[in-house]
């Protein structure tokens, strides 16, 4: 039996335009040509929270200020891939962008995010995101052709 991936994904918030990067530098890549937000996997003992920051700063230079946890989000994707992925907002951050070897970092008006390649799920938390400040679980499952076969929000 696999065992399920834990990761933070988390969207830096300014101007009205959230951080996204356009995974676009690395070869197999679930996210190849997506845009998606900043974070990555735990480190062996690492809490969510010290991920996320270890994430954000790997990627981007920059360093949170504070930050929200939003949900969680569990990601199926084929027989494979199971990823429990811990969703964070943050619009307090601090320092130079840096250049990020898995994608181009942009700043994308919040109201452009769904005319993007992104996955169709992200849809439904970006949508929750702008809807409420609850945390919230969401289920995705994907068949390998990246569609959307089963989403489950609570």
């Known amino acids: ?8 994904l988390c969207y830096l918030i300014k101007d009205g335009k959230y951080l996204m990067m356009h995974r676009v530098k690395k070869e197999n890549d679930v996210n190849k040509d997506k845009y998606i937000g900043v974070g990555g996997h735990f480190e062996y003992g690492e809490s969510p929270d010290e991920c996320l920051l270890r994430e954000v700063k790997e990627e981007t230079g920059l360093t949170l200020l504070d930050y929200k946890a939003r949900g969680i989000v569990t990601f199926v994707y084929g027989e494979d891939v199971v990823e429990y992925m811990h969703l964070y907002t943050s619009d307090k951050f601090e320092g130079e962008m840096t250049d990020c070897d898995e994608g181009e970092l942009v700043w994308i ?8 390649p992104i996955w169709e799920g992200d849809k439904l938390f970006f949508k929750r995101l702008e809807e409420s400040e609850e945390f919230f679980s969401l289920k995705l499952v994907y068949d390998l052709n990246d ?8």
Do not use: A, Q
């Open 147 to 154: 569609r959307l076969v089963k989403s489950e929000i609570h």
């Open 1 to 8: 039996m696999k065992t399920p991936e834990l990761t933070t």
């Open 109 to 116: 008006p919040v109201k452009d995010v769904f005319d993007l």
